[in-house]
């Protein structure tokens, strides 16, 4: 493999002029650019992008941390995530944890050892494990989508659940329904607790009663709506409309009131969030709250090329506004 200095001897130029002309640092006389041009050509010489970090102290490298899971907004987000860092000229390493606190700290130790700029982490769960993972002092900035603990160090970017909640709620109302249930995220959870919220006051705001017995927990996945309408089918009363806080949850829950006899919107009005993929296929097509996905992974890495840029020290929150997209999952009533 050519070195530097074999360019240099080749192009009968020092190993300076070499570097000058390979980044640009420095006026070099177009005769002896050409030269040396023909001489990396001549030797397929690739410069060292590990001596160029050291030298620099920047390896032009992100890494990122998901934790595994079925939702394809994850899919999305770290898709989105790719392009961005592509467009600003950095490498992206993917680590997946799978839910393991152990294996998280082995990533987020290994990243640091391959010298990455920054790091982004994109995890459906949270725990105090995770979090004292998080707290403790790390070599490059961080940046976390939706969760995270509260410091003044790590970078958030996160959705407005609560206006999300609002808007899929006053869309049920504003179609005419009166008796509304939710199917919730797990209990606990940041984005959960803040889409639950934002029901009931929507419902309160409006002078409808909220029946406790309509709202259920589920699990952010498939088995979450297909649990919640075998729990909601077996009552006396069901409600008219659901607000099923996210689209995984919806599409599970489509698939098994089918099963159950029960026709999506004639017999069940459902609204989701997320607006994923899928949405716009399924049967019938499903309403939903749109979070920005391309624009929330744009951000991310923004966010964090900008504290490389500016050594910010002091971390920030950024929120992202949530949208209706109107599909076939609603009746209207009259």
Known sequence: MATIKDVAKLAGVSTSTVSHV???????REETCERVENAVRELSYRPSSIARSLKVQQTKTLGMLVTASRNP???EVVHGVERQCYKRGYTLFLCNTEG????MEANLDALEEKRVDGMLLLCGEVNNDIITLLEAERSVPIVVFDW???????DRIYDNSPHGSRLATEYLINMGHTAIGCVTGPRGRRSA????????ETMRAAGLPVREEWIVEGDYECEGGVNAINQLHALPEMPTALFVCNDMMAIGLISRAAQLGLHVPQDLSLIGYDDIYIAGYTSPLLTTIHQPKEEIAAMAVDTLIDRLVSKRAKGKMIKIEPSLVERNSVRRLK
């Not at 390979?22 to 070099?28: D, I, K, S, Y």
């Not at 393991?100 to 294996?103: A, E, N, Y």
């Not at 995270?148 to 790590?154: F, I």
Request: proline share 3%; charged share 30%.
């Open 22 to 28: 390979l980044n640009g640092t420095r006026f070099v």
């Open 73 to 75: 907004f994850f899919a």
């Open 100 to 103: 393991d606190v152990q294996r």
């Open 148 to 154: 995270g603990p509260q410091s003044d160090t790590v």
């Open 193 to 200: 607790e803040e889409r639950l919220a934002g029901f009931r």
